[in-house]
């Protein structure tokens, strides 16, 4: 039988005895370590070789020729000794950049095969090894006998973690190192450098001479030189908006194929609107869905995302047939739209991602119409069919592994069918379609986006608004109307039960009816409705600091608002009614045996590009003005549309000619 030592034992149960919590902040420090950096720099570096080394091959087999070489990194030299060296020359700058991005996807890639989960565990056993190793030769066998296992737990901890000797270091140094050209190695053999052509690793080396991916040309971006646009407003459009702001506070019901559906109501029920919504928006056929399903949609519905359906309905006002046409729009322009260019919190990839999130939501709305009829527009039907029909593109650089880094993205946006009825401008020249549009602002987009999360009230309302106030400046609310959109129906009705919900409630009422006004929006309170002793305690002559009276929430429910808009509204809503009524008014004029006048001014191609010109607009500024396209502005200054003699009376008014 073999005789086993007293310190043999000793350290067997010392061993045994370690908590697990060592291994756990082991494992913690070594993740915040450098070690992974450390990776990366030298993943990169064996790049930079290796494109090095292929170059100078490529230059000796005379497969390359230096003429065609423009890369301002790479030196070559000829000599007779030595035939062709190439060496290179790499900025701080660039190398730092490069080493940043390879970092990331060497994390990427690591982390995917688990190698450093696994790994640490033996670097963790090898420590302990060593550690124990080294105070067993300082302290001596029969002392560690005699301390304990607390005290020698104790010791060993201060070997590990708080005083191990430099040679204790050096030796775990050398592991380190060993499993740091492991997963070197692991990395470059899931790229496999000998396979890569002289342009693959030029990019991958970060050294190319253009390394971003081809990216779409975008549309002419919205609101050039003003705060406004025109955009789509059939009631389709307004109600998809309040779909996607008051998600499960509208009237879902299951429809009779089972699944989850809103309807909206026409005045007198001739009509029929129906939305559904799908998890399936880039399907050619999405199904709509049922019950906890769709509602699991509806609820991760983002009010951003309103914002998003409303900047699609101000670009499809730029086409000439949006139900055949694309537009094209990045994530620059949506920034910009958004105020998200501005925020400093939000990194590039987070900006990134919520513009994909809050991109695609609009497109999960299915929506299925028929239209009664309306004058001389007789009945139509629009099919169940997505509302928009969105693919996202990515751009950016090559990684690590030939995958592209996201940089930016672009959006491919055609509308639905309904476009082809609501939004169909020689349709409604001849009478049997619509075209309607209203005034989109800027401001009220930026809004949105900064108040939706802590005053979640307010920005519903200022999408409702955006549709409500389409065609009039001078709009009476109903309080009770606004509020329902604001906090929904079931909420309202809790407070007239509910002293708490009715106090915290009016208080959110007063503080949104102040981000409206600081919106732009004039807000003036009903003398007759709603009396001083309740307006809110921000308005000038309001009640200040006197608190409401008692029976304040019956006095608010029975109360009534004007609201008018802010004013680059206004303005944007005065033309279009100038517009209509000089279209009105030009067909409205008899015909006589006295020959029609012609306009005071002979309105070539040539006078109309440099009036449009000298008052600094776009072709595209002067359409949107005149409604009409980019292009129907160019071929008239080429003189290649005829113009009709109310077009030439608004041209006239807008040019001042």
């Not at 730092?96 to 970092?103: D, F, L, N, P």
């Not at 109600?239 to 309807?263: A, F, H, M």
């Not at 909420?491 to 208080?507: F, G, I, P």
Request: glycine share 4%.
């Amino acid at each position: 039988m073999i005789e086993v030592s007293s310190s043999t034992i000793e350290r067997h149960h010392l061993l045994s005895a370690i908590p697990q919590d060592w291994e756990t902040k082991f494992k913690d420090e070594l993740a915040q370590s450098p070690l992974l950096k450390l990776v990366a720099i030298k993943v990169s570096q064996h790049c930079i070789e290796a494109y090095r080394q292929s170059v100078e091959s490529l230059l000796k087999s005379g497969e390359l020729q230096v003429r065609t070489i423009r890369s301002p990194y790479l030196k070559i030299k000829t000599t007779k000794r030595n035939g062709i060296t190439v060496t290179l020359n790499i900025p701080e700058d660039i190398r730092h950049q490069r080493s940043r991005v390879v970092e990331k996807e060497v994390e990427v890639a690591v982390n995917a095969l688990n190698f450093w989960e696994s790994s640490a565990s033996y670097m963790w056993f090898d420590l302990i090894r060593m550690a124990f190793g080294e105070m067993e030769r300082e302290i001596g066998p029969s002392t560690l006998e005699e301390i304990g296992i607390e005290k020698g737990l104790e010791t060993l901890y201060q070997y590990i973690f708080d005083h191990a000797s430099d040679a204790l270091k050096s030796n775990f140094s050398t592991v380190l190192q060993t499993y740091v050209e492991q997963a070197v190695q692991i990395v470059l053999n899931q790229y496999d450098l000998a396979s890569k052509s002289i342009q693959d690793l030029e990019s991958l080396a970060g050294l190319a001479s253009t390394s971003n991916l081809t990216v779409p040309k975008s549309n002419p971006k919205l609101f050039n030189h003003l705060n406004t646009n025109n955009f789509a407003t059939c009631k389709l459009l307004w109600e998809s908006v309040n779909i996607l702001t008051q998600r499960t506070d509208l009237k879902w019901e299951t429809d009779s194929d089972g699944k989850l559906s809103y309807t909206s109501k026409f005045k007198d029920d001739k009509g029929s609107l129906i939305f559904w919504v799908t998890d399936e928006p880039d399907e050619q056929y999405p199904e709509a869905l049922a019950g906890e399903a769709a509602l699991a949609v509806i609820e991760t519905f983002d009010i951003r995302a309103a914002c998003m359906h409303l900047i699609y309905a101000a670009h499809v006002t730029t086409l000439e047939r949006p139900w055949e046409e694309e537009f094209v729009i990045d994530d620059r322009q949506i920034a910009s739209y958004l105020g998200l260019d501005k925020r400093k919190d939000l990194s590039r990839e987070q900006r990134l991602k919520l513009i994909e999130h809050i991109s695609e939501q609009p497109a999960q709305i299915l929506t299925f119409l028929h239209w009664p009829k309306q004058g001389n527009i007789e009945s139509f039907y629009v099919e169940k069919s997505r509302l928009w029909e969105i693919a996202i593109g990515y751009h950016g650089q090559h990684d690590l592994f030939g995958k592209a880094e996201c940089t930016g993205l672009t959006i491919r946006c055609r509308a639905g069918m309904w476009a082809k009825y609501f939004l169909n401008r020689r349709g409604a020249e001849e009478g049997n379609a619509f075209y309607q549009y209203g005034v989109l602002s800027k401001t009220l987009l930026q809004t949105i986006t900064r108040v939706w999360q802590h005053s979640e009230g307010a920005a519903r309302m200022l999408a409702w608004l955006s549709f409500k106030m389409r065609v009039s400046t001078h709009n009476i609310m109903l309080t009770t109307t606004l509020m329902d959109v604001a906090y929904g129906h079931d909420r309202v009705e809790c407070a007239h039960h509910d002293r708490t919900v009715r106090s915290e409630l009016a208080s959110t009422w007063d503080n949104d009816l102040r981000i409206l006004s600081e919106a732009g929006f004039v807000i003036e309170f009903d003398p007759n409705t709603y009396p001083i002793e309740i307006q809110p305690d921000w308005k000038e002559g309001g009640r200040g600091s006197q608190k409401r009276p008692r029976g304040f929430w019956e006095m608010l429910s029975n109360s009534r608002l004007y609201i008018h808009p802010p004013q680059e509204i206004a303005d944007g809503i005065a033309k279009l009614h100038r517009r209509k009524q000089s279209t009105l008014d030009s067909s409205n004029t008899k015909p006589s045996s006295t020959p029609r006048r012609k306009p005071t001014v002979a309105l070539s191609g040539s006078i109309i590009k440099a009036a449009r010109e000298s008052k600094g607009w776009t072709q595209e500024e002067l359409g949107q003005q005149l409604g009409r396209t980019k292009m129907w502005v160019s071929l008239l200054e080429r003189e290649k549309r005829s113009l009709k003699p109310e077009d030439a009376t608004q041209i006239q008014a807008l040019l001042d000619l």
